[in-house]
């Protein structure tokens, strides 16, 4: 600095996939090959999740990748419009989102990438490996690609609206949808399996190769590369402390968000969760630090057919003309870590609120957060007449090695008739181990209607006796 003529040091870290220095053909490797799940014996079972790294071992390991100069990201540093309570952090802005400019920075509630957690330490972590999870996640072009159409590539081949599941009528009336709503929430143009287009291999656990097209996997796909009417989104991607835990919150991820589209979009009440059965003091701190910022803390069980306990914290405000309702999810085969997550994904989400949605651009953020009330939203409370689950109610096996849960969540998806599809991502100058897991079938949480599981598991469930009509779905996309 020639200011005051301080100085500071930036670790300088050799490229291995350098092309002048190293082999180029280290990231398109990564797809030639299966993937294959060792051994990954639990280092830690607190916090967040289900680690075989702590998290101080995690930022010991990677806290080079932090750096305005040398590093994938500037800075972590904690939200400044957050409670101190709430442990949420920064760390940059979101690829994921597409964004291109400052209105459609100030658009999204994700527009630059976040950490959450029990303990600032927690968060921090979780900052740097989401913004490890997008750089990684982003085309740099030595990605492995296979030219060809979808009727040309056969079996192979998963079409990409078995992913997005869109509906035909979605497509038909996107030019009036995009018009109302953000850059994130549009209808694409429909895929075209005639057209020539990249398609990068993904693989089951059990060594079977399919195709999905480049630009579904990796943001920022060239036109040369991309498919019209393809884009990548950041459902089930997720780093991790190895790669079978990087496979395993992918995989959660995506039931996750399966189980938030099934409630949202039919809105169908579901039982409330009895926090004080956890006997966890953080939750029951939780508690007291939302009432004293005038605000109420509730959760539900939104765990659907598949049985991995999915769970959504909700707050409202009660002490203003609005309640400012907002929502935070969570999944993980331990159900406390379930809630956990819902309630530091909520606390993520206070800065908005606290704010009043101020500087938002999105129009469905604003119209939820100006009209919903638990009066003309009942779905958000928890079902009249229903019994509270409380943590007794959810089965849970405590296995010592990352990789032996997510044998078991592919056992749970082969039940079901879904197949588990992994892409192994990881950079090799960044290290950590960071995946793209897709369960074709499973539904995202944003505004897809594609025929499925959205319409016929609330019935197999007992919540609905017939399908929602297309017309009466959740009018409210979900904007997190």
């Not at 429909?190 to 693989?203: G, S």
């Not at 701190?285 to 909700?314: C, F, H, K, Q």
């Not at 849970?396 to 990352?402: A, E, G, I, L």
Request: hydrophobic share 40%.
């Amino acid at each position: 600095d020639t200011l005051d003529l301080q100085g500071r040091l930036h670790e300088l870290r050799r490229r291995p996939q350098c092309p002048g220095c190293g082999d180029p053909w280290q990231v398109a490797w990564r797809s030639v090959r299966p993937v294959t799940l060792r051994p990954a014996k639990k280092a830690t079972t607190g916090g967040g999740g289900h680690r075989t790294a702590t998290p101080s071992q995690m930022l010991e390991r990677h806290r080079h990748l932090i750096s305005p100069v040398t590093g994938i990201i500037k800075e972590i540093q904690p939200d400044p419009a957050a409670p101190p309570f709430a442990n949420a952090y920064r760390s940059g802005p979101n690829v994921a989102r597409g964004i291109t400019g400052m209105a459609a920075l100030r658009a999204g509630l994700r527009c630059e990438n976040g950490g959450k957690g029990v303990s600032p330490l927690d968060a921090e972590v979780s900052a740097l490996c989401e913004a490890a999870e997008r750089f990684s996640g982003n085309f740099q072009g030595d990605e492995l690609r296979i030219r060809g159409s979808y009727e040309e590539l056969g079996e192979e081949a998963v079409h990409p609206n078995a992913c997005m599941l869109f509906a035909d009528r979605q497509y038909a009336d996107r030019g009036a949808w995009n018009r109302a709503h953000a850059d994130f929430q549009q209808v694409p143009v429909p895929f075209d399996p005639t057209a020539r287009t990249d398609w990068t291999p993904v693989w089951t656990p059990s060594g079977r190769r399919r195709l999905l097209p480049t630009s579904y996997l990796y943001y920022g796909t060239p036109r040369e590369s991309a498919a019209p009417g393809v884009r990548a989104d950041s459902n089930g991607a997720a780093a991790g402390s190895s790669l079978e835990d990087a496979i395993l919150q992918g995989a959660l991820e995506l039931v996750e968000r399966d189980a938030v589209a099934l409630w949202w979009y039919n809105r169908t009440p579901v039982p409330g969760v009895d926090l004080a059965s956890f006997a966890d003091a953080w939750l029951e701190e939780m508690a007291g630090n939302y009432a004293a910022i005038g605000r109420e803390l509730w959760v539900l069980d939104l765990t659907a057919d598949l049985g991995i306990p999915v769970t959504v914290a909700l707050s409202r405000r009660t002490d203003g003309p609005h309640e400012d309702i907002m929502m935070g999810f969570g999944a993980h085969l331990d159900p406390r870590i379930a809630v956990r997550r819902a309630v530091t994904e909520l606390n993520q989400m206070l800065p908005i609120v606290r704010e009043a949605g101020q500087g938002l651009d999105d129009p469905d953020a604003r119209r939820w957060l100006a009209y919903a009330t638990v009066a003309n939203q009942p779905y958000l409370r928890p079902a009249a007449g229903q019994r509270m689950r409380t943590a007794a109610d959810f089965p849970f096996v405590n296995r010592p090695d990352v990789r032996d849960d997510v044998e078991a969540l592919g056992r749970v998806f082969d039940r079901a008739g879904l197949e588990l599809l992994v892409l192994d991502q990881t950079r090799p100058d960044v290290g950590i181990p960071v995946v793209k897991v897709l369960v074709p079938g499973l539904r995202p949480f944003w505004a897809r209607f594609a025929p499925g599981r959205l319409f016929d598991v609330p019935v197999a469930l007992g919540r609905l006796e017939a399908p929602t009509p297309y017309e009466r779905l959740n009018p409210f996309p979900m904007f997190l």
